[in-house]
């Protein structure tokens, strides 16, 4: 049974948290969508795509922001409590600060259910239909790779040039010089072009042009004109659709039941598989750790109208590490499987440190009156 006064932090620490996730998502998704959105719309694709592809990113994006955002929403509200000695008050009339932690662990719990429904379910799912999505847009090579009016590098001595592209997509003013045989470069010259995609390989079919090759060695250039030449361009830096190999597009479900089937397939590895499951597992521990952190960090401090910066230092300092040794048993994990617990110990470190920090808080330690007694059995 909720309290009125777990009821009343609890909803203050929900619009918090909604707040600061509006805002960093807002920020995070412009910042990741202003490339994409040149990109496709220089490609020809209409806003729609680009509509398209930013939703299917929105899971990614949200775990990613939504532990900050449950960190900043329990700082802010227990730093704001405390100095309208909110806080102070119940802890006067014989509150504990485990008692006084109770809606913070409502909250922790309510977001660690919303992170691990994003981070088991719906981020691999939104990935799977994105790659899929992806792979149609990477066969309509007009819109991944040209662009009219630029020199495009493709890879390594190859240079690409369309003057322009017509909206049923023929290619105009044609240029392709392969230089990528030492002592042999060839040359591509046609009016315009038309590609097509067959066995998965993507071919231009130029018209009305001039095909120029140098032999270095004798210094003899020859040069032949065609009526129609087919030039299989799939080659110039891989352009035909990759398959689907990201580990992380995989459902939580194959990579708990069907580890031996994906180890199989040579794909993956044993290390790779349990790395992969338990770093989704890790981020439900991360919001119960960073709301219980923030929380506990500012209840050791004493009351302040000016606020608890060093404690809300602390907490933040607490949180970079534990995301940091979080990173840092990635490696490990993946060359042995067997220590995939490892990922789970930075967690488990946070919550024992919040524990800390609300034992200090219920005793504080009073270091004058420890001196004085210190000094007197001297």
Same mark, same amino acid.
């Not at 932690?101 to 409502?106: E, G, K, Q, S, T």
């Not at 919303?114 to 981070?119: A, C, N, P, R």
């Not at 919001?287 to 109208?305: E, N, P, Q, W």
């Not at 602390?314 to 995301?323: G, K, Q, S, T």
């Given at each position: 049974?909720?309290?009125?006064? $777990?009821?009343?932090?609890?909803? &203050?620490?929900?619009?918090?948290?909604?707040?600061?996730?509006?805002?960093?998502?807002?920020?995070?998704?412009?910042?990741?969508?202003?490339?994409?959105?040149?990109?496709?719309?220089?490609? !020809?694709?209409?806003?729609?795509?680009?509509?398209?592809?930013?939703?299917?990113?929105?899971?990614?994006?949200?775990?990613?922001?939504?532990?900050?955002?449950?960190?900043?929403?329990?700082?802010?509200? +227990?730093?704001?409590?405390?100095?309208?000695?909110?806080?102070?008050?119940? &802890?006067?009339?014989?509150?504990?600060?485990?008692?006084?932690?109770?809606?913070?662990?409502?909250?922790?719990?309510?977001?660690?259910?919303?992170?691990?429904?994003?981070?088991?379910?719906?981020?691999?799912?939104?990935?799977?239909?994105?790659?899929?999505?992806?792979?149609?847009?990477?066969?309509?090579?007009?819109?991944?790779?040209?662009?009219?009016?630029?020199?495009?590098?493709?890879? $390594?001595?190859?240079?690409?040039?369309?003057? &322009?592209?017509?909206?049923?997509?023929?290619?105009?003013?044609?240029?392709?010089?392969?230089?990528?045989?030492?002592?042999?470069?060839?040359?591509?010259?046609?009016?315009?072009?038309?590609?097509?995609?067959?066995?998965?390989?993507?071919?231009?079919?130029?018209?009305?042009?001039?095909?120029?090759?140098?032999?270095? +060695?004798?210094?003899?250039?020859?040069?032949?004109?065609?009526?129609?030449?087919?030039?299989?361009?799939?080659?110039? !830096?891989?352009? +035909?659709?990759?398959?689907?190999?990201?580990?992380?597009?995989?459902?939580?479900?194959?990579? #708990?039941?069907? &580890?031996?089937?994906?180890?199989?397939?040579?794909?993956?590895?044993?290390?790779?598989?349990?790395?992969?499951?338990?770093?989704?597992?890790?981020?439900?521990?991360?919001?119960?750790?960073?709301?219980?952190?923030?929380?506990?960090?500012?209840?050791?401090?004493?009351?302040?109208?000016?606020?608890?910066?060093?404690?809300?230092?602390?907490?933040?300092? #607490?949180?970079?590490?534990?995301?940091?040794?979080?990173?840092?048993?990635?490696?490990?994990?993946?060359?042995?499987?067997?220590?995939?617990?490892?990922?789970?110990?930075?967690?488990?470190?946070?919550?024992?440190?919040?524990?800390?920090?609300?034992?200090?808080?219920?005793?504080?330690?009073?270091?004058?009156?420890?001196?004085?007694?210190?000094?007197?059995?001297?």
């Amino acid at each position: 049974m909720i309290s009125r006064y $777990d009821g009343y932090v609890l909803r &203050q620490l929900i619009t918090m948290w909604s707040f600061f996730t509006l805002i960093l998502a807002g920020v995070f998704w412009i910042s990741r969508s202003i490339g994409l959105f040149s990109t496709l719309l220089g490609g !020809g694709h209409s806003p729609w795509v680009f509509f398209e592809l930013t939703a299917l990113t929105l899971p990614t994006l949200l775990r990613t922001v939504m532990p900050i955002a449950i960190f900043a929403a329990v700082v802010y509200v +227990t730093n704001r409590l405390r100095r309208e000695s909110e806080l102070v008050v119940m &802890q006067a009339i014989g509150s504990s600060p485990f008692r006084l932690a109770r809606p913070v662990l409502w909250f922790a719990a309510l977001a660690a259910v919303m992170v691990g429904t994003l981070t088991l379910v719906l981020r691999p799912a939104s990935l799977e239909v994105f790659e899929a999505r992806e792979a149609e847009l990477e066969q309509d090579l007009a819109a991944k790779l040209l662009k009219e009016g630029t020199f495009l590098h493709p890879m $390594d001595g190859v240079v690409v040039y369309f003057g &322009q592209i017509d909206p049923n997509g023929t290619l105009r003013d044609v240029y392709i010089s392969d230089q990528r045989k030492t002592g042999d470069s060839l040359t591509y010259t046609a009016s315009q072009a038309y590609l097509v995609q067959e066995n998965g390989a993507v071919y231009s079919v130029l018209v009305d042009g001039m095909a120029l090759q140098f032999d270095p +060695t004798t210094e003899h250039l020859s040069a032949t004109w065609f009526d129609d030449l087919t030039v299989d361009i799939s080659r110039y !830096g891989g352009l +035909t659709a990759p398959e689907q190999s990201n580990i992380r597009a995989l459902s939580t479900r194959r990579l #708990i039941s069907d &580890q031996d089937d994906l180890i199989a397939e040579g794909r993956y590895g044993k290390g790779d598989l349990v790395e992969e499951l338990n770093e989704r597992l890790s981020w439900i521990g991360v919001c119960i750790a960073v709301a219980l952190v923030g929380y506990s960090a500012l209840m050791t401090g004493v009351h302040s109208r000016f606020g608890l910066w060093t404690q809300i230092g602390i907490a933040f300092v #607490i949180l970079i590490l534990v995301e940091a040794a979080r990173g840092g048993v990635s490696g490990l994990v993946q060359q042995n499987p067997q220590l995939w617990w490892v990922y789970h110990v930075p967690m488990l470190v946070g919550c024992l440190l919040a524990l800390v920090f609300l034992a200090i808080a219920g005793r504080p330690i009073r270091i004058g009156g420890w001196l004085r007694r210190a000094k007197d059995q001297s």
